[in-house]
């Protein structure tokens, strides 16, 4: 009979030890990570996901544009007289072969234009 009583007990204990964990917490989890997730790969890929991109700073476009022509039209030759910032552009007065252009290269550093035109005065 102790035999029966402690076998008893102990899968009493056995069972009050386990952790019940509900179920809508680990879907409340899981739907987390898979936000996180499809965030990072949609981000990845290059979707835009509605966040700011990151303004590189006018070093770094300037750096660039250097590099461009450096690589494109190494036979020219290619000076940056000014630069300055306006709107999501960095506007970039140049001499390049002895002429003046300005030259506008996007806040994020993927573009460049020879110039816009301006919708609002």
């Given at each position: 009979m102790v035999d029966k009583e402690t076998r008893e007990l102990e899968t009493e204990s056995n069972v009050s030890e386990e952790i019940k964990i509900p179920v809508r917490y680990v879907f409340a989890v899981l739907a987390v990570v898979v936000i996180i997730g499809l965030f990072?790969?949609?981000?990845?890929?290059?979707?835009?996901?509605?966040?700011?991109?990151?303004?590189?700073?006018?070093?770094?476009?300037?750096a660039k544009l250097v590099n461009f022509f450096e690589t494109q039209i190494p036979e020219s030759?290619?000076?940056?007289?000014?630069?300055?910032?306006?709107?999501?552009?960095?506007?970039?007065?140049?001499?390049i072969d002895g002429e003046s252009s300005p030259l506008?290269?996007?806040?994020d550093g993927k573009y460049m234009a020879v110039g816009i035109i301006p919708l609002e005065s």
């Amino acid at each position: 009979m102790v035999d029966k009583e402690t076998r008893e007990l102990e899968t009493e204990s056995n069972v009050s030890e386990e952790i019940k964990i509900p179920v809508r917490y680990v879907f409340a989890v899981l739907a987390v990570v898979v936000i996180i997730g499809l965030f990072f790969v949609l981000k990845n890929v290059g979707i835009e996901t509605g966040f700011a991109t990151k303004d590189i700073g006018e070093s770094e476009a300037r750096a660039k544009l250097v590099n461009f022509f450096e690589t494109q039209i190494p036979e020219s030759t290619f000076e940056i007289s000014s630069s300055a910032k306006e709107g999501n552009f960095y506007i970039f007065e140049t001499l390049i072969d002895g002429e003046s252009s300005p030259l506008w290269i996007t806040a994020d550093g993927k573009y460049m234009a020879v110039g816009i035109i301006p919708l609002e005065s």
